[in-house]
């Protein structure tokens, strides 16, 4: 599987837009992005996934370039309750898989 | 519905003990993963499981333990004898395939 670069940390005003980069430049044909949060001391979350168009759920966006190596999350009104660490991940739809989890983005949402 | 459901939610035992972590899956996903979660390593896949098939085991640390999935509903992953190194936030979470979800983790603490 494709390997993810985040950055490690990003802060959010109460209200506003977190926007939320990944790189997956390896990405293959055959492989979903896939992002995940884990708010502390809780299981990871899942959030969204896409392939190749523009995805959205009541929780958020996902917009992936058209060359399909990176992708941003959006959380179109953060609250305090978004703060998290938030995960992209990178898998085969096809065969055996593993969701293999980086270190993440820890995103602040601040009052 | 049930989310996957994960016994103890706390364990604090002496080095040298057995430790036994119980998770029910989804009902009706086929699919069951165990992580293991640290600061230093982060979220790491131990192993996983199709239908009630060991298919990935490469993430297992190494004998001291063991992973089991005697039917659909039901799978252990043992520590035998443990260490203080073990200590971590250990992670089930069960797919039908695609998405996986995630239960809300035993903490082991090897003193």
């Known amino acids: 599987d494709a390997k993810t670069t985040q950055p490690p940390s990003m802060d959010c005003a109460e209200g506003r837009a977190a926007n939320l980069p990944c790189n997956h430049s390896?990405?293959?044909?055959?492989?979903?992005v896939y992002w995940y949060r884990q708010i502390h001391s809780q299981g990871p979350q899942y959030i969204i996934h896409?392939?190749?168009n523009n995805e959205t759920n009541e929780m958020a966006s996902l917009i992936i370039t058209e060359d399909r190596k990176s992708s941003t999350l959006i959380l179109p009104h953060a609250t305090l309750r978004d703060t998290a660490v938030y995960y992209c991940?990178?898998?085969?739809?096809?065969?055996?898989?593993?969701?293999?989890f980086g270190t993440g983005t820890r995103l602040k949402v601040l009052a | 519905d049930a989310g996957v459901i994960q016994s103890p939610r706390h364990e604090v035992t002496e080095m040298g003990q057995e430790v036994t972590l119980r998770c029910k899956p989804i009902?009706?996903?086929?699919?069951l993963f165990w992580y293991r979660q640290t600061m230093m390593r982060g979220l790491e896949l131990l192993i996983y499981?199709?239908?009630?098939?060991?298919?990935?085991d490469s993430g297992m640390p190494e004998d001291r333990f063991s992973a089991k999935m005697p039917n659909a509903s039901f799978s252990t992953l043992k520590i035998q004898p443990s260490e203080p190194r073990d200590s971590a936030v250990y992670f089930c979470?069960?797919?039908?395939?695609?998405?996986?979800?995630f239960g809300e983790g035993s903490w082991l603490t090897v003193v």
């Open positions: 009902s009706g996903h086929n699919s």
């Open positions: 991940i990178v898998r085969t739809t096809s065969g055996t898989y593993k969701y293999i």
């Open positions: 499981f199709n239908n009630n098939v060991p298919i990935d």
């Open positions: 979470a069960s797919s039908t395939g695609n998405t996986i979800y």
């Open positions: 390896t990405i293959s044909g055959n492989e979903y």
């Open positions: 896409g392939l190749k």
